[in-house]
């Protein structure tokens, strides 16, 4: 795709507003005028150049200094006469934003590009919806396994720290605008520990405490489209930024294909084209949805290069997969224990029990743990998950130790390592290791401690030889599942289990489990958490049903990205609020569901069709528009 830049426009008055103001002109009328006042004299010209025709296609890059005011104005919205130019059946055209100077991106590096989600006010407050809808479709990039993603909601301050510790490749911003007392568009970030307005410059430095972010996603209301020229401008190679509702099936499309773009190794300007032309197939033409995303881009960015190396990425979803961690429909609440298993090491966790008083049969908590463990294994750890079981669980510590080796032989199978070492033993056979063993655990658990604990830190560091995402960093982490229906099991690892967890200071071995403490032995576990909470290694955060707030923007998301395509078409389609909905309605009809996680397979269907007949919910089939785009275009 050949790149022709569009310097300053021809000579004006143009009757021309800000975005907002488009609309009411009509959508072609405004298109036209801008391709009148920009390209129309050399638009001839530039689509008869042979290379043009041969590439199928042409970027327009928009060379402008950070601050013009013609950021302001939807470039992508311009029509010639016969088509918007996005919409062109014969051409894909894209048109990007330039900034003058800037880094270019490093070249990508082999390990899951990292996603950040940043907020600046809680994702339920109303103001943030549309930014907080847009970050559930970019949730299909943790939902697909493809990249590692963080939640965060910070302050200036927490920001620069999160991206610090974190390192993210792409940050996907969402917070209120506003302009300050001299008119430059400013962001409001309120975080736990302080509030504060930041401009583009302090906003850029916070960004990339943690080294080049390579590409940044803006929703922020009333920031002006100058904002994120800036932070171009301040060292941020790539800024898409979204103004508006993400309810239209137009920006749906755009943003799924963007999504697609930046771990899937696709140039990002040719994929903002063909999600931005498919989008225009299903698009109100009373509406220009289609062109309110931009692109924004350094001057040095080579659009010919993706922006990530997608190798690692699609290498961890096929070892997730077999060890039976990656499990559809996006995962969806629970932000604060996932937090701590992100901080498991930071914060020297050893024994990390989501726990209730009372059942936790439809908490989610099974796939609670595969979360954790899909998490862990993209930052380099081992998990070992132990359940669920079509029988029983381990009643002995016996078969507890046998269970865990197990578990230890069969992810170093998956991951291509070494065998594991058999608790201190090298035997001929493995039945004679789990006799010693299963002997020495039911006599003294925390002399068998001493060797497990000697064990998984060797296996830990086998597998941390095996390169990225593995290293000297690397940890096995134990993933129990219903701890209380452990047995007399449950007894020995309360006997091994300390503030390292099974393992040792220098090298720990968290405990992380899901556990009643009314069923079966939940007792024993609920004296140990009343003699063990406060103290350091040892956290017992509850398993409850969702919160409101959090179900209903978490049961949005999941109608989103529709999974279930082995069953009717009702099922495999977007469900979304639309416009003139207020979120309070929205909000009835899904607290019905109470905040249970495991509605999600057939319940919340059910309740999003009955909202769609209420007029609460509309619903679009995104997979057919694009397989029309597909199948019209490529």
């Known amino acids: 795709m050949e790149v022709h830049h569009a310097g300053t426009p021809l000579a004006g008055p143009y009757p021309l507003g800000p975005v907002g103001v488009e609309e009411d002109r009509g959508a072609v009328a405004y298109g036209r005028a801008l391709f009148d006042a920009l390209l129309a004299p050399a638009w001839p010209a530039i689509t008869a150049l042979p290379e043009v025709g041969a590439a199928g296609g042409v970027e327009l890059a928009l060379l402008w200094p ?65 930014g907080a809808m847009f970050m559930g479709l970019l949730r299909a990039l943790d939902a697909e396994g493809v990249a590692v993603t963080r939640v965060a909601q910070v302050s200036p301050e927490e920001l620069a720290e999160v991206c610090t510790s974190f390192r993210p490749d792409i940050v996907h911003l969402v917070a209120h605008g506003s302009a300050d007392e001299d008119g430059r568009s400013v962001l409001h970030l309120r975080g736990r520990r302080s509030d504060g307005w930041v401009g583009a410059a302090e906003l850029a430095a916070a960004l990339t405490a943690g080294g080049q972010v390579r590409a940044v996603v803006l929703s922020a209301c009333h920031s002006g489209a100058g904002f994120p020229a800036e932070l171009v401008g301040a060292g941020i190679p790539l800024v898409s930024a979204m103004a508006g509702e993400i309810s239209e099936q137009a920006c749906r499309l755009f943003a799924r ?35 309110r995303p931009a692109l924004f881009l350094s001057e040095g960015l080579d659009v010919t290069r993706p922006l990530v190396e997608p190798a690692a990425a699609h290498r961890l979803v096929r070892l997730a997969d077999e060890l039976r961690l990656r499990r559809q429909p996006l995962h969806i609440g629970r932000e604060r224990i996932l937090d701590q298993v992100d901080r498991l090491f930071t914060d020297r966790l050893g024994f990390l029990l989501a726990c209730r008083d ?44 046998r269970e865990l080796y197990f578990q230890a032989a069969d992810v170093s199978a998956t991951l291509g390592g070494p065998a594991p070492p058999v608790y201190g033993r090298q035997p001929d056979g493995f039945e004679e290791a789990f006799a010693w063993i299963s002997e020495l655990g039911e006599r003294d658990p925390r002399a068998a401690r001493l060797t497990l604990a000697r064990d998984l830190t060797a296996f830990g560091e086998l597998m941390g030889t095996l390169g990225d995402p593995f290293g000297p960093h690397t940890r096995v982490v134990v993933l129990l599942d219903s701890l209380h229906a452990y047995g007399d099991a449950l007894t020995a690892l309360l006997a091994m289990i300390r503030p390292t967890g099974l393992g040792t200071p220098e090298m720990p071995v968290p405990v992380v489990a899901t556990a009643s ?117 490529e």
Not at 108 to 114: F, I, N, T
Not at 263 to 282: C, D, F, H, Q
């Open 66 to 130: 950070p601050e013009s005011d013609l950021h302001r104005l939807l470039w992508e919205a311009m029509h010639d006469g016969r088509w918007h130019l996005a919409a062109r059946p014969d051409l894909l055209v894209a048109v990007t934003r330039v900034i003058p100077g800037g880094p270019p991106v490093p070249g990508g590096e082999a390990r899951a590009p990292r996603v950040l989600f940043a907020v600046g006010a809680p994702l339920t407050d109303e103001v943030i919806r549309p």
């Open 257 to 291: 294909r963007l999504a697609g773009a930046l771990p899937g190794g696709e140039p990002v300007v040719e994929a903002s084209a063909k999600g931005r032309r498919a989008a225009l197939l299903s698009a109100s033409r009373d509406h220009l949805d289609w062109a």
């Open 358 to 401: 009372g059942t936790i049969r439809r908490t989610g908590g099974t796939r609670l743990l595969r979360e954790a463990g899909f998490r862990l294994l993209r930052d380099g750890h081992v998990p070992l998950f132990v359940g669920p079981f079509s029988g029983s669980a381990p009643q002995s510590c016996g078969e507890l130790l």
């Open 517 to 633: 403490f009314t069923e079966d032995h939940g007792r024993l576990l609920k004296s140990f958490s009343e003699r063990e909470g406060g103290v350091p290694g040892f956290a017992f955060p509850e398993l409850a049903a969702l919160g409101d707030e959090e179900a209903v923007l978490g049961f949005q998301w999941v109608l989103l990205h529709p999974w279930r395509r082995d069953r009717e078409p009702e099922y495999r389609r977007v469900y979304v609020a639309p416009r003139n909905v207020r979120p309070e309605k929205v909000r009835e009809g899904l607290r019905l569901l109470k905040g249970d996680p495991t509605v999600v397979d057939d319940k919340l269907y059910l309740a999003a069709q009955l909202m769609t007949l209420h007029e609460l919910f509309v619903t679009d089939d995104d997979e057919a528009a694009y397989a029309k785009y597909v199948e019209r275009f």
